[in-house]
């Protein structure tokens, strides 16, 4: 069962009492929502947006804008975190944030539906990015608060099944709706939806002694974590970081790649078939592997053979450039993300360094998720462009993340 709410210890100290179904399907299905409102758009209607407004340039504004976007997630995820971790409302720390999220959420999707000029293109996005992480960052915290340690593989395994169906649902969103601003407006409705079940039945406990006075010099200096001191959090972040340096690279240019390498000509039904698979390659190994991870108690060899698996599906992307071969890239590159999200996400919560500042450490570590994501687009842009091509920009993610899956065996504290 749940802890009722009022019971102030679980904030703070590892959770021992398991959790409902009911509360991991609330948490799953608003993660379903913000990664929806982020995905749908990446995967289809931004680009095709960018390619509306700057056909001849449609690459350089779709890199712009998702750039920008991703620049502000970096500080907002952290930084909501932070201000989460010290909200004193009668509804807990991470409830109001979780609305106010996917309220400014939706306001930035419904900007992007009218948007003509890059420049609300902008502003819209970055609204959504802002928003978005402000709801990732409540509700990912809510996991060591709530989850004791040997359910976290199997929960990591929801949790990373709720990206994946996030991706899912916002293509599919973004493409049945039938234009470009519809499909903003459809990602935005669900994005509404999807946190109500969460705010019904969180049952988020408020914090009962107030946090110190906030100071901001010490409020800022609680943002660096210092790996000499953290050497477990500091080579968990840079994994991280690598990991998702990899995906981006791997996944940024999907749609174009479909339409200017591959050569089909419904590219954003292609997308959503790729995605498709993909997601069922997930959900086939995410939760298997996740209780397996429990069950043994090692979580490193997994997250390892994870990153192998996944530069081979690079590979396949970048020496065969056909409808098969993406097809294969898909089901490959599936099948080792599912086996990487579970079993790393319950790896990171091993190694916070602070219980009471939870969302805080979780958004510095989405840095390492949202960071690559502003870095990919000024790396792939003059790949794509002037250096290879494709066939580089797929090796080159393939590398990256074999990498990562070797160094994660620099982690010391966790098996």
């Excluded at 021992?16 to 289809?44: C, D, K, S």
């Excluded at 840095?367 to 842009?381: D, R």
Aim: with cysteine; proline share 6%.
């Amino acid at each position: 069962m749940i802890p009722e709410p009022g019971v102030v210890p679980a904030a703070f100290a590892e959770p021992t009492v398991r959790v409902r179904p009911g509360w991991t399907a609330a948490v799953v299905l608003a993660n379903v929502g913000v990664f929806a409102a982020w995905l749908g758009p990446i995967q289809v209607v931004l680009a095709k947006q960018s390619e509306a407004v700057a056909p001849d340039n449609k690459e350089f504004i779709y890199g712009l804008v998702t750039g920008v976007g991703a620049a502000v997630s970096v500080f907002a995820n952290p930084a909501f975190g932070a201000i989460s971790d010290r909200t004193t409302s009668r509804r807990g720390r991470r409830a109001p944030w979780v609305l106010a999220g996917a309220v400014g959420g939706a306001v930035g999707l419904l900007i992007l539906a009218g948007a003509t000029a890059v420049a609300l293109m902008i502003v819209g996005w970055c609204l959504m990015q802002l928003f978005g992480n402000a709801l990732l960052a409540a509700v990912t915290a809510t996991v060591p608060d709530r989850v004791p340690v040997d359910q976290r593989g199997v929960v990591g395994g929801w949790v990373a099944i709720s990206q994946v169906l996030g991706a899912l649902v916002g293509t599919a969103l973004a493409t049945v709706a039938g234009g470009i601003g519809l499909g903003y407006v459809a990602c935005a409705g669900f994005l509404l939806l999807s946190v109500v079940p969460y705010l019904l039945r969180s049952h988020d406990t408020p914090l009962v002694t107030p946090p110190p006075p906030l100071v901001l010099r010490e409020f800022l200096r609680g943002f660096w974590i210092s790996p000499r001191r953290y050497p477990d959090f500091g080579w968990a972040w840079l994994t991280r970081f690598l990991f998702n340096v990899g995906n981006a690279l791997g996944t940024l240019y999907l749609f174009y790649y479909l339409q200017d390498e591959v050569g089909i000509d419904d590219a954003d039904t292609g997308v959503l078939i790729l995605t498709a698979i993909y997601s069922v390659c997930v959900l086939a190994t995410a939760i298997g592997f996740g209780r397996w991870s429990d069950r043994s108690a090692r979580r490193k060899v997994f997250v390892t053979c994870s990153g192998v698996v996944m530069a081979v599906a690079g590979v396949i992307l970048a020496l065969w450039p056909t409808w098969p071969g993406a097809i294969l890239g898909a089901i490959v590159l599936g099948t080792g993300f599912g086996v990487y999200l579970s079993v790393d996400f319950a790896l990171l919560t091993e190694v916070l360094p602070s219980a009471r500042d939870r969302a805080k450490d979780l958004g510095v570590i989405n840095i390492a998720n949202s960071l690559p994501q502003v870095l990919a687009p000024a790396i792939a842009a003059p790949i794509v462009k002037h250096a290879g091509g494709y066939p580089v920009l797929y090796l080159l993610a393939a590398t990256v993340t074999a990498l990562a899956g070797l160094l994660v065996r620099q982690i010391r504290s966790v098996s």
